[in-house]
């Protein structure tokens, strides 16, 4: 099993999954046994971005992330008013 944390890109050429952005989910962190078991698991913890967004490597990046390193934060996801 590894430990995947799956995000948005920053500029898309079509259309953006995360516009507007309200009601979204901008990172999520899934252990899974392969890139397309985790892509799966973010489908189910998804919010009007759509499934299609954590599917479709054209919207979102999904990498492998390790325990190992120093501390600090791995996914800080913030999204105030403005």
Not at 47 to 58: I, K, R, T, V
Request: proline letters at 4%; one cysteine or more.
């Amino acid at each position: 099993m590894h430990l995947f944390i799956l995000k948005p890109h920053d500029n898309f050429l079509v259309t953006d999954p995360w516009d507007p952005r309200y009601d979204k989910v901008y990172a999520q962190i899934v252990r899974a046994a392969n890139e397309s078991l985790a892509r799966e698991m973010a489908t189910l913890n998804c919010g009007d971005e759509g499934a299609n967004a954590w599917l479709d490597s054209e919207f979102s990046s999904c990498d492998i992330i390790s325990a190992e390193g120093e501390a600090g934060f791995i996914v800080r996801d913030y999204c105030g008013v403005s």
